[in-house]
């Protein structure tokens, strides 16, 4: 036991010069003040999404901020790619999850209550998936394909709907 621990102590003290120190790697802009969920887009760029909830004045309902997209592509280049498309009844977007499918299309999950809890009049479960469609770089079209208004939400709560089939 001695002898692993003496070549383990050994190949520590080897490495140790090689392993990087943290450091920060990049200082967002002003139009993202909250980072929360990333993608790696099918071109190989880093996708953030910025739903900038601490922009939120006391008591708003609206950001300060618009949520937002970031690009971070391989050659390090930052950029803000978009502003996140607002539902209707809130004037709000708040993307937090992200996922690119198949055909290059962005999924968003949409989390309408985080920032201002239920609605005025108690709304809930605002929250939608959107599916961005991209060509070129730019967002050709949109569309909500989970809302909860295409399914029964009596019964279930906001973490299972996700998982419902949408009717």
């Known amino acids: ?12 003290l080897l490495l140790a010069p090689c392993l990087q120190q943290p450091r ?6 002003e139009s993202a003040v ?10 190989g ?7 900038n909830f601490p922009s939120y ?11 937002c997209f970031l690009r971070i592509d391989l050659h390090d280049n930052l950029n ?3 502003d996140c498309p607002v539902l209707a009844e809130t004037g709000r977007a708040c993307p937090m999850g992200i996922a690119f499918g198949a055909r290059g299309e962005l999924y968003v999950a949409d989390n309408q209550n985080w920032p201002t809890g239920n609605g005025p009049d108690g709304e809930t479960n605002q929250g939608r998936i ?6 070129r770089l730019v967002v050709s079209n949109f569309d909500a394909v989970f809302a909860p208004d295409k399914v029964d939400t009596r019964h ?8 419902l089939e949408i009717r």
């Open 1 to 12: 036991m001695t002898r692993t621990w003496t070549w383990l102590v050994a190949l520590a």
């Open 24 to 29: 920060l790697s990049r200082t967002l802009p």
């Open 34 to 43: 909250t980072p929360d969920g990333m993608a790696v887009a099918p071109d």
């Open 45 to 51: 760029a880093l996708v953030v999404a910025c739903p």
């Open 57 to 67: 004045p006391p008591g708003g309902t609206r950001p300060a901020v618009p949520a």
């Open 80 to 82: 803000k790619w978009f």
């Open 130 to 135: 959107l599916r961005l469609r991209i060509e």
């Open 156 to 163: 279930h709560s906001p973490a299972t709907l996700s998982v």
